[in-house]
Every structure is written in C-alpha cells, then in structure tokens.
C-alpha cells in the first residue's frame, strides 16, 4: 500500500506535526464565521492529543507532545522459542523506567470525534485499556509501562509472541 504523496512516513508521531494540538486549537483554525464551510475546513487537520509515548532508534515525536520519553538505541529481535514457538527479544535501556502511566480508561481518551461519544462498553459501561498484547490483565489504577506489554523493563525481556 503507497501512503499518500503528501504524507511523511515515520517511525514515530512526527507525522502529526501539523495537526492542530486539541480541539481548542482546531476549532480557533476553522473558526471564522465570514468563510463558508468549505472555506473554513478544507485543508485543515483534525485534531489530536498525543501523549505518553516511547520513543527508540531516533523515532521523532508530535513537536506538541506531553511527556514523550527517548530511550536512544533499542534492540528487538525474534528467536524460536525454547519448545517451539517465537520469542520476541526486546533490550531496553533505564530510561524506559520513566515511561509508566496507569491503566488507560476510556474518560482518559475525551469524548469520540464524530460521534461526540464517551469512550465506552456496549453495556454503557466505562471501556478501559486493560488486557496487553499477551493477555495479562492490568490493575485499573496501576502503573504500567507505555506500549502493548504490560510486563518490560529495563533491560532485556523475552515475550512468547507463537
């Protein structure tokens, strides 16, 4: 699949730099009531909020982002798995201590875009990010570290992936 023309492939969240910074931000762009709407909202980018994120082997950052943290040089790997199976091999360096933030929940995320939805269950009930990539199960007011495994640390860690 080719991306657009106009669109900056990365390995991070720099792609979002010109993305207004919240819907405050992207309603102040669109918000001028002499222009009709095709004026006012062609070529504007919708809004985001990034967040928390992690960042290795040079990976850039949304400009605007809160507390992004650079961990420099990460190394992954995939090995067969003691038994059979795939293991993926993941060295992490300490600064990846500071990237933790608790369970994601659904209040966490503000309200769906189009929809101006909250983000929830089927049953109305508040959705939380709280099972990893493996299937752990994360405590709703614990810390865990950025990402889709709720088990790395610093240093080298071995997640069965098959």
């Known amino acids: 699949m080719n991306p657009p023309?106009?669109?900056?492939?990365s390995d991070g969240t720099a792609l979002f730099d010109a993305h207004p910074h919240g819907v405050e931000a992207y309603l102040a762009q669109v918000n001028d009531p002499s222009?009709?709407?095709?004026e006012r909202?062609?070529?504007?980018?919708?809004?985001?909020?990034v967040r928390d994120n992690v960042y290795g082997n040079g990976a850039p950052a949304y400009?605007?982002?809160?507390?992004?943290?650079?961990l420099g040089e990460v190394n992954?790997?995939?090995?067969?798995?003691?038994?059979?199976g795939l293991e993926l091999v993941i060295e992490l360096s300490e600064a990846f201590a500071a990237a933790a933030s608790t369970t994601i929940a659904g209040r966490d995320l503000g309200r769906a875009w189009y929809p101006d939805?909250?983000?929830?269950?089927?049953?109305?009930?508040?959705?939380?990010?709280?099972?990893?990539?493996?299937?752990?199960v994360k405590e709703h007011n614990a810390a865990y570290p950025a990402g889709p495994l709720a088990g790395l640390v610093p240093g080298v860690n071995r997640v069965r992936i098959w």
């Open 5 to 9: 023309a106009h669109r900056k492939i």
């Open 35 to 38: 222009k009709g709407d095709h």
């Open 41 to 49: 909202f062609e070529g504007v980018e919708l809004p985001v909020h």
């Open 63 to 70: 400009t605007r982002e809160t507390r992004p943290v650079h």
């Open 76 to 84: 992954v790997v995939i090995e067969d798995a003691d038994g059979g």
């Open 117 to 136: 939805a909250a983000w929830e269950n089927p049953d109305g009930t508040e959705a939380f990010a709280d099972v990893d990539l493996v299937g752990r």
